[in-house]
């Protein structure tokens, strides 16, 4: 077969380098698209690619593709090779098909800004480090493209470095965008080192980074529960908890939305963020072996999801709100990965991918026409006003509470009910908790967004909190329309799989898990035995979760508006815990970032300008005071050397004669 | 009868003549008469020797030695001549531009 495969992600990196070096010359249509034809391009072949491995019987659906050699050290060697599995083919598909929607929505949404290139360029080298990251044959090829999607993102979370504040309407302060970009990249990078201490203990281990000798070889090596194993998969997964924003490093989600909309949909939703669960997907031999972390792992996944859903129930900013969302969805995909389920992690992430970049890009065709105005209480009534978003983002809503018979509600009910069975029934129902609040807290959004009277007027002109911002459209008053079809038509899309996409992962009473199928090649799960009885009980109780949670939101903000506010008054230790998201910011800044601040001025201002600096000043001193004393010496009367020379001459003479 | 004592005594007094004329005149050019006393004191140890150990390298140290004399006294007048164009002056204790 003729190999194709790094074509997949070469195609975005041409397109990067193409409007890296000449994009800010282009016409600006032609610098969007030609990104967005390198995007549907990689796609294609994807699409291809993926067919190709169809036609393989299930047990050799393998496509392996070599390169070149990358590192070769003795019996070390590193390749940069593509390895086309099922579990990689649903990813490329995802990150190539998500990705291209996004970019066409990103045409129009970056319409009026001058820097397209720029932002193309990085989403372009995003897609290629993106695609890098889920091709990879091995765990050194894998973390060039972790490290790459960490460097697109802190470039694309900071793309309005010049903008201090974004907080638009609202008395609401947020980090500037070059602080969060770099926060971003710091709290991830604690993972990243977790990542790259694992990596090395694999290879210390095994002599081998890559996937084909790695699984191989621990399955023979090593019984279950074997402490090495359990080391490495836990830093693994320190890594994966810091791209995945998991507890403890959750932290930079929320302000990664000074990004623009697009970013957070592409990035900070549907792809980068599941690079953590795609690693643990693909490590599954390894943690499969090693019980304590799945523990772990299912713990932390729903610590996660319960923290994130009880912040996001109380935040204002509609964009936030989803980055909680997408913490806490995330959360339940290390769930399902916790207690083995990963056909169902892998599904929740597919679904997730749509219906979650559906709403970011909602909320971006809101802030589009609302000149950024994102703040839900001063939103309302544009149900009316932007009919098509309101319609998708409505069915993305749906689909994220988990409303029977969209997608969302297929794999959360699969993660809920694997959770059940092989899970702990505490675990599950956290979970169920959490469907609830899920429910609730978006329906807020709609119903804040879309529903009810305008809390705006016509015309009225948004005071920005950053006098910098250029955006010539923020200073015309509010004039909200339906956005235009490069917008609305991705949105569309984007629409029917997040209702349709749940169908490819029936539940086991209703019909075939195609996915599950599909994936077991590669994870050789056993199937959950449980009666049919307890699955409808269980597939019943997770969708009144989602109606319970509906219907609280309808009450709280629709038809007895009052609640929210007597329940603040009723509580106000409990909301002032959820609106400042535990404190946990303030936490880390008092025990970590503080700390780590004085350490390094003390490490600047004393070890190095005091004791390094003083001792390599000092020298030359020294050294400067004894010449100004020689250099008296040179007298400037030529005679005087002479007269020197002479004695010394003499001296010379006298010793060598006198010498016995 | 002379012997190489005298030739030796006699290239020390002229050796010392010159060093002190190069110590105490304030002229180069008579400074410069000052080293060429020193080299031809000199040249005259070296034949004396040569002679009186018959070995006629002395000789040809020599003529080495009036080579590099006459190369000196050129660059040496070169320099007097241009120190005299750019300060009017040649007095060596004026000349102290290196001062430390």
Redesign the interface.
């Known amino acids: 077969m003729s190999q194709y495969l790094w074509l997949i992600p070469a195609l975005p990196l041409i397109g990067a380098i193409i409007n890296l070096l000449v994009g800010q010359r282009l016409p600006r249509a032609l610098s969007s698209w030609l990104a967005v034809a390198f995007m549907a391009a990689a796609f294609g072949v994807s699409v291809s690619a993926v067919a190709n491995l169809f036609a393989l019987p299930p047990e050799e659906r393998v496509i392996h593709e070599t390169l070149f050699q990358w590192i070769g050290v003795g019996s070390f060697s590193v390749n940069f090779a593509f390895w086309l599995d099922p579990l990689s083919a649903v990813m490329i598909l995802v990150v190539t098909g998500v990705g291209t929607l996004i970019h066409i929505y990103a045409v129009g949404y970056m319409e009026h800004d001058s820097d397209y290139a720029r932002f193309f360029t990085q989403m372009n080298l995003f897609a290629f480090m993106m695609l890098v990251l889920v091709l990879a044959d091995n765990y050194l090829f894998m973390f060039l493209g972790w490290e790459g999607v960490g460097l697109c993102s802190y470039l694309l979370i900071g793309f309005w470095y010049n903008r201090d504040n974004l907080s638009v309407g609202t008395d609401e302060k947020f980090l500037s965008p070059r602080s969060s970009g770099t926060k971003a990249f710091v709290v991830t990078r604690i993972g990243d080192f977790g990542f790259t201490l694992g990596v090395l203990l694999m290879f210390w281990t095994f002599g081998s980074l890559a996937f084909q000798d790695v699984f191989p070889k621990a399955q023979a090596m090593f019984q279950v529960g074997a402490p090495v194993i359990t080391i490495m998969t836990l830093l693994l997964f320190l890594g994966a908890t810091g791209k995945s924003a998991q507890v403890p490093l959750y932290v930079w989600l929320p302000d990664a939305m000074a990004g623009p909309t697009p970013v957070s949909a592409l990035i900070h939703a549907a792809t980068m963020v599941t690079a953590g669960v795609y690693m643990v997907a693909r490590s599954h031999v390894l943690y499969s072996l090693a019980p304590t972390t799945m523990a772990v792992v299912a713990v932390i996944g729903v610590l996660t999801a319960f923290i994130a859903a009880t912040i996001a129930l109380v935040q204002n900013d509609l964009k936030r709100v989803l980055a909680y969302s997408t913490i806490s969805q995330l959360g339940y995909m290390f769930f399902a990965l916790g207690v083995g389920a990963y056909a169902a992690g892998i599904f929740h992430l597919v679904t997730h991918a749509f219906f979650k970049a559906l709403l970011f890009m909602g909320a971006g065709a809101v802030m589009h026409v609302m000149n950024n105005l994102i703040d839900m209480r001063r939103l309302g009534g544009l149900r009316k006003i932007m009919p098509i978003t309101f319609w998708t983002f409505l069915i993305g809503a749906l689909a994220l509470s988990g409303f029977p018979l969209f997608s969302g509600f297929f794999s959360k009910d699969e993660i809920l009910a694997d959770g059940f069975s092989r899970g702990s029934i505490v675990l599950w129902a956290v979970g169920v908790l959490v469907a609830l609040m899920t429910a609730f807290y978006i329906f807020r959004g709609v119903i804040l967004t879309f529903g009810g009277k305008p809390r705006w007027k016509e015309g009225e002109i948004i005071s920005s909190g950053d006098e910098n911002a250029h955006d010539e459209h923020g200073a015309r008053g509010l004039h909200p329309h339906e956005v235009s079809a490069v917008m609305w038509v991705p949105l569309v899309i984007l629409a029917f799989f997040s209702i349709f996409s749940g169908y490819i992962g029936l539940p086991h009473v209703l019909g075939e898990n195609w996915l599950g199928n599909f994936l077991e090649p590669v994870f050789h799960e056993t199937p959950i035995e449980i009666s049919a009885a307890l699955e409808w009980t269980l597939i019943a109780v997770s969708a009144i979760a989602a109606l319970i949670g509906i219907f609280i939101a309808f009450r709280f903000y629709f038809s007895d508006p009052k609640i929210p506010a007597r329940l603040r008054s009723y509580y106000p230790g409990l909301y002032s815990l959820l609106a400042n998201k535990y404190w946990v910011d303030q936490i880390y800044e008092y025990t970590i970032a503080r700390p780590g601040r004085w350490l390094a001025n003390a490490f600047w201002l004393d070890v190095d300008g005091r004791i390094i600096n003083g001792f390599a000043d000092g020298l030359g001193r020294a050294f400067r005071g004894l010449a100004q004393r020689l250099r008296l010496l040179q007298g400037g009367y030529a005679r005087g050397y002479a007269l020197a020379m002479l004695i010394g001459i003499v001296v010379v003479i006298a010793i060598v004669v006198m010498r016995p | 009868m002379l012997t190489v004592t005298h030739y030796t005594i006699l290239s020390a007094i002229l050796f010392a003549i010159g060093?002190l004329t190069?110590?105490?005149r304030?002229n180069p050019l008579i400074m410069f008469m000052g080293i060429e006393l020193m080299l031809n004191a000199v040249n005259l140890a070296f034949v004396a020797f040569a002679r009186f150990l018959n070995n006629m390298e002395g000789q040809v140290f020599v003529f080495i030695v009036l080579t590099v004399a006459a190369a000196e006294v050129a660059v040496g007048l070169a320099l007097v001549v241009a120190i005299f164009r750019a300060r009017d002056n040649v007095d060596?204790?004026e000349?102290?531009?290196?001062?430390?």
């Open positions: 060093a190069f110590l105490i304030r060596v204790d000349i102290d531009a290196l001062k430390g």
